[in-house]
């Protein structure tokens, strides 16, 4: 029998239909312990059990798809000293372990780097990781480019 060819997206949450949402939180109740069955998880969530078992093999946090995986980030930096070493510094206290780094020479003010990054073994999630670094100064953008 032949798999099925599955499609995968990233999507922002705030699209994400309620229920969708619910059984990612149930999932995560259950994952760290908080609840010891599906019925509590699914009540504590705000759904049916039957709704959970419906969707939670069709929806995972961005982080636990990432887990033991290389992502291919691209930035826009500012040319500025320091910028991408505080980059690379934030992925290597997260414990990411960083394979390429592509740096464009600066244009307007701005380069583009694109870095690949192995993240097995990494402390914090890729999610916390991307959004602790959108807060460096000089940061101006960050976009997933690739995983695998």
Known sequence: MMEPNY??????????????????????LLNRGLVDTV??????AG?????????????FP????SKNKI??????????PGVLSNMLDHI?????????INQNIPLSGLANVTISIRTE???KNMEK???????????KNIGILAQG
Do not use: C, Q, W
Not at 71 to 80: R, W
Not at 92 to 100: H, V
């Open 129 to 139: 990781l991307i959004r602790n670094m959108r807060k460096i100064d000089g940061v």
């Open 39 to 44: 019925n509590e998880a699914a009540e504590k």
């Open 92 to 100: 290597a206290r997260a414990g990411g372990n960083i394979l390429t």
């Open 47 to 59: 759904m049916s059990r039957s709704a959970y078992y419906k969707y939670k093999d069709h929806i």
């Open 7 to 28: 499609e995968y997206y990233i999507i922002k949450s705030d699209v994400l239909p309620e229920i969708l949402k619910k059984t990612v939180r149930a999932k995560e």
């Open 121 to 123: 073994g990494m402390e």
């Open 62 to 65: 961005f982080y636990e798809v």
């Open 71 to 80: 992502i291919t980030i691209s930035f826009m930096l500012e040319d500025k």
